[in-house]
Each structure stands twice: as structure tokens, then as C-alpha cells.
């Protein structure tokens, strides 16, 4: 598929090697591989090979295996120690879906762009389904609202939402003061403060904002893009607060890009608030209830495409021409 791929080529003398002395076979192996279940198959393998003496080939395959599992973990601390172990033309791509691991490191990864990111979570969501993991779907949907205001942002910005670059683009504006006139609320404020330093000071500063603010940092660009200078009352769905007094990174861009973000930034907190994301609120945590069925999921799919198709009273809502079934059910 994309980054996660057959992990090696499981042929007659791989299988070979394999069966002797064990008990599986090469249909076994290809079964696992033809399904996606990278992470049994790393598994197995864990198990199953010799400490010493395995041939090469499946080594190679056990290491691909489990670095499909981590992939599918959607752990992006793991991406980069998982690139820098193999060589394989899908590498570049996993590297740019990684955090950079320091505050000023030249590799930007998913602060500099987070389309790859967002390309390897659909790509992880379609296995999740093809595998009927109805938990983990759920559980990826709210990945993907994590960040979907950045990425509403990022043609706007130019970049991800990184700190070191977007400390410039708010530069001389309300951001990350106590001014009275900017309607963040106290925990945006702070999130806007961090932001500030986040790429300024050592390593630990650094990894706290990410392990703590970065995911917040949406809410705080989404309340600069809705503001009362771009749409008027009305015009758009209420999605949460305005700014009635934007500041000038905010107004000094075009009428029709600030319209579009808007827009973008709309949409994303409209998903983010969705019935396919409100499952995971649901979903069990230390109990053996509430893990939502198949039909669940399809008809809190149908829901939330409902929800954020639904034509808007200027006309401009983005999606209200694409059909759902184009993006999947």
C-alpha cells in the first residue's frame, strides 16, 4: 500500500527456511502478510525464530514486520529511530511524518508539513477497517481531529504549525499576552505563551510542549481564523469562539484566503466534534462495555458526513458538493 507495506517478500525458500523445525508454512505466513497483520506476524516471529542461526531473510522480515507494527501504532516518537534502520524508497516518507526529537533540529517532519502524517493516519484508519477493528478505528478517527486545525492552517502558515516558524508569523500581535482584547481563554493564553519559547530553550522545555500544548495549539489558531473582520453573524455555523478584534497577521492577509481558511478551520472543528470522533468518548476504558459495532461506526460515519456537508447559509461550505461515498464510508 504506502508506507506500510508487505513487510519483505515471503517466498518458497523463506518458507522453507521457516518450516523446518516449526510448524507453520508458507501459506501461514502469506495469510498474515495478505491480511495486514504485520503486528502477528511480528509476533510470531519473535517467538518462533532461533535466537542465533536465523537466515537473513527472515530476520529482514521480522524487522519489517515489527516496524509495521510500531507504524500502525501511529507512535510518531517511533518514526525516525524506524527510518534510520532501513533503507527502503518508503523511508523519506515515515521520516517526514516523525516530530523533529530537538527544538531546532533542520529535519521539520510533521512541524514543517502534515500531510504525510495525515496520508500514513488514512492509510493506518483503511487497514484498521480491512482488519475490522472497529476500536481502533475509533481510536484513529480521534488522531486525526487532533491536529486537523494546523492542518486547516497549513496553507495559510506554509508550514505544520511549526513553533520556530510561527513565533515570526505572530510577531508584534496579542499572541501570548495578557492583553483584554484577545478572547483566548486562560489555557489558550498559556498554549500560546509555550508556543513562544518552545523552540528557544533546551531539550526538555521543548518535548514538554509537545507532550502537552502542541495538540492545544489548534484551538488557539482556530479562534483567530473565525473573527468577526472576515464572516459576518450568521453567515457560518457556530463551531465555538470568535475573535471580534484579529490581529494584524490575521488582516493583512487577502479577504479570499482569509475566507478560505475560515472555512478549512470550520470544517475541522466540525469533525473534531462529530459523532465518529464522540465514539471514542464511549469507548471502554477499564470495563468490558462499549466497544461500538461495525453498523455503529457506519452510522456515525453517515452522521458526521451529514454534519459537515450540510450546506451553510453563505453558500461557501467546501464540501457541500462532494459526494461521501468519494471519500469513503
Known amino acids: 500500500m504506502g508506507i ?15 518450516s523446518s523445525g516449526h510448524q507453520l508454512d508458507l501459506s501461514t505466513l502469506q495469510m498474515l502478510v495478505d491480511g495486514h497483520w504485520y503486528d502477528a506476524l ?10 542465533v542461526g536465523a537466515s537473513p531473510q527472515l530476520l529482514r ?13 501511529l507512535d510518531a516518537e517511533d518514526f525516525s529511530s524506524i527510518a534510520r534502520d532501513f533503507s527502503a524508497p518508503w523511508i523519506p516518507r515515515l521520516a517526514a511524518c516523525s516530530f523533529p526529537q530537538q527544538p531546532r533540529d533542520p529535519q521539520r517532519g510533521a512541524l514543517g508539513s502534515l500531510v504525510p502524517l495525515y496520508q500514513l493516519m488514512l492509510e493506518v484508519l ?5 482488519r475490522r477493528e472497529s476500536l ?20 495559510t502558515l506554509g508550514h505544520g504549525g511549526d513553533p520556530e516558524q510561527l513565533e515570526t508569523f505572530v510577531a508584534g500581535s496579542r499572541w501570548g499576552t495578557d492583553d483584554r482584547l484577545c478572547p483566548h481563554s486562560p489555557a489558550q493564553r498559556s498554549t500560546a505563551k509555550r508556543l ?3 523552540c528557544k530553550g533546551d531539550l526538555a522545555g521543548y518535548t514538554a510542549y509537545l507532550d502537552r500544548f502542541h495538540s492545544r495549539q489548534g484551538e488557539a489558531l482556530a479562534v483567530c481564523a473565525m473573527n468577526h ?34 472555512a478549512r478551520v470550520r470544517l475541522a472543528l466540525l469533525f473534531s466534534e462529530s459523532p465518529i470522533v464522540a465514539l471514542r468518548h464511549h469507548a471502554p476504558v477499564g ?43
Open 61 to 73: 522480515v521480522r524487522a519489517l514486520a515489527t516496524a509495521a507494527r510500531r507504524v500502525l501504532d
Open 196 to 198: 513562544l519559547s518552545a
Open 136 to 155: 481502533q478505528i475509533v481510536v484513529t478517527a480521534h488522531l486525526i481531529s487532533e491536529y486537523l486545525v494546523q492542518l486547516a492552517w497549513e496553507s
Open 229 to 262: 473582520a472576515t464572516i459576518g453573524p450568521g453567515e457560518r455555523p457556530d463551531v465555538g469562539v470568535t475573535c471580534p478584534n484579529p490581529c494584524g497577521f490575521i488582516t493583512e492577509l487577502p479577504m479570499p484566503d482569509r475566507r478560505d481558511l475560515d
Open 4 to 18: 506500510i507495506e508487505s513487510p519483505g517478500v515471503v517466498n518458497s525458500a523463506t518458507a522453507e527456511q521457516f
Open 287 to 329: 470495563h468490558f462495555f462499549g466497544v461500538p459495532s461495525a453498523q455503529e461506526i457506519a452510522a456515525a460515519w453517515a452522521m458526521t458526513w451529514d454534519k459537515v456537508s450540510l450546506p451553510w447559509p453563505d453558500g461557501d461550505n467546501p464540501l457541500q458538493s462532494v459526494d461521501h461515498m468519494s471519500v469513503g464510508a
Open 42 to 51: 511480528a509476533v510470531l516471529l519473535e517467538r518462533s525464530l532461533p535466537a
Open 126 to 130: 483503511e487497514l484498521r477497517a480491512l
